[in-house]
């Protein structure tokens, strides 16, 4: 749709998280499901790769999502991409 390819030019057409260019999903920060008036709202969306997306739910499901939540799963993946890098 054209809030997906909006959100994915803005960001360059990468992952916000990891960079990955491939499989990329339009993600809603604050979920789809209860926030309708945010639904095409650009500002509630960001680019995340098709891992990092089914992660993140897995994660945090697909309720309740905030921008705080986000901003923990970047760090967290951050952090374990760094560990693995050590080893």
């Known amino acids: 749709n054209e809030w997906a390819r909006l959100i994915k030019q803005r960001d360059g057409h990468y992952c916000q998280n990891c960079y990955n260019v491939h499989s990329l999903h339009s993600h809603h920060i604050l979920n789809y499901a209860e926030?309708?008036?945010?639904?095409?709202e650009l500002s509630n969306g960001i680019t995340l790769c098709e891992s990092c997306h089914l992660n993140f739910h897995a994660i945090y499901t697909k309720s309740n999502n905030t921008r705080l939540q986000l901003k923990e799963f970047f760090i967290m993946t951050r952090i374990?991409?760094?560990?693995?890098?050590k080893k």
């Open 35 to 40: 926030h309708p008036d945010l639904r095409y």
């Open 80 to 85: 374990i991409s760094r560990i693995n890098e």
